[in-house]
């Protein structure tokens, strides 16, 4: 065969091989978006509550497990947007109850628990669901539960949701990598019921986060502390525990205008002339922050003063610092130098 022939049939041979070759590639990536629309389609169905719809495209060939763009499956948004019956329909067609999204490493259960849907938690816990599951954040479901809530669960304190994790034993003195346990989320935003929910399952009340701050110290940044302090002291919380900044549950009161529950901590002893470790009082502090009322309550129950800290300020100098006019008043009219 001449050399040219033999170059023609070599090239038309190879083009065929390459047209075969493209030919596979556009009927993959064609097959490769189609499925992800349909996918999609089953994600926002599943989303909607449209269980007709979700069941037609799962007959279609619709991925039960695949992920939106933050890998949240179409049972996790169910899910957390309470439709039970879709949620049980997935479930029943294979839905992996544990999966993990992407961004937070969240399950349906942490979503369903984060927005108040106890009935899907009950169907979910139900079909397998981990309770002890940890997000990115090292969360579980009870911790979700118990941290802040969306507008329509204030009310009810997602009490529900909590019932029923309880109900299944989950370890309540789990810690998150910030040492944060769920007791410690429910002071921190001032749910009064749930402290005591968890309390009653054996809640550690003297347990310390990663600064060294209990729940009852927690409790004094919320400003529905006047609810669960009370709670906390009188299931035995120690007022005399120091974070490790030093400070304890006055100077904490005291930073945050806690006037209304000072008298508590007051009648269970606590140390009004302690310092933190600049050196500071819980008079001071509340000469930084401008708490009038607090300030007040502290001078009546002997404050000193004169105290200065580790800088030498004196609450004087703090609140002449401060351009806090009302506080330098209060206290040279107590004696202030």
């Known amino acids: 065969m001449e050399l040219g022939t033999r170059l023609r049939t070599g090239y038309k041979a190879g083009m065929r091989a390459l047209s075969c070759a493209l030919l596979l590639t556009v009927v993959v990536l064609w097959t490769t978006v189609v499925t992800a629309g349909v996918n999609d389609d089953l994600i926002k169905a599943a989303g909607r509550g449209d269980l007709p ?89 009870l911790m979700i539960a118990c941290g802040l809530l969306p507008k329509h669960l204030v009310a009810t304190e997602n009490r529900e949701v909590v019932q029923v994790l309880l109900a299944r034993g989950p370890d309540v003195n789990a810690r998150d990598r910030f040492g944060n346990a769920a007791l410690m989320y429910a002071s921190m935003t001032g749910r009064s019921g749930i402290v005591a929910l968890l309390l009653d399952k054996g809640a550690e009340v003297d347990a310390v986060d990663r600064e060294g701050y209990t729940a009852l110290m927690l409790a004094f940044m919320n400003l529905r502390r006047a609810e669960v ?73 002997g404050a000193e003063i004169n105290a200065a800290d580790g800088n030498g300020k004196t609450s004087l100098a703090i609140a002449s610092g401060m351009g806090d006019s009302e506080m330098k008043d209060l206290l040279v009219k107590a004696g202030a130098k």
């Open 53 to 141: 719809e979700v069941e037609r495209l799962l007959a279609g060939g619709a991925e039960i497990n695949a992920g939106d763009k933050d890998g949240r499956t179409a049972l996790v948004w169910a899910a957390m947007q309470g439709h039970r019956d879709v949620v049980r329909a997935l479930l029943a067609k294979g839905a992996d109850v544990n999966a993990r999204t992407t961004k937070e490493s969240g399950t349906a259960l942490m979503f369903a628990s984060g927005s108040g849907r106890h009935e899907v938690a009950q169907v979910l816990l139900a079909g397998g669901a981990d309770i002890d599951a940890r997000d990115a954040a090292g969360k579980t479901a």
């Open 229 to 301: 302090v009370p709670v906390l002291i009188a299931r035995g919380a120690r007022i005399d525990v120091r974070g490790n900044d030093g400070r304890t549950a006055l100077m904490q009161a005291s930073a945050n205008g806690c006037h209304e529950v000072l008298q508590l901590l007051f009648d269970k002893g606590a140390e009004v002339n302690a310092r933190d470790k600049n050196g500071r009082t819980a008079l001071m502090l509340a000469a930084e922050n401008g708490r009038l009322d607090v300030a007040r309550a502290l001078l009546a129950k």
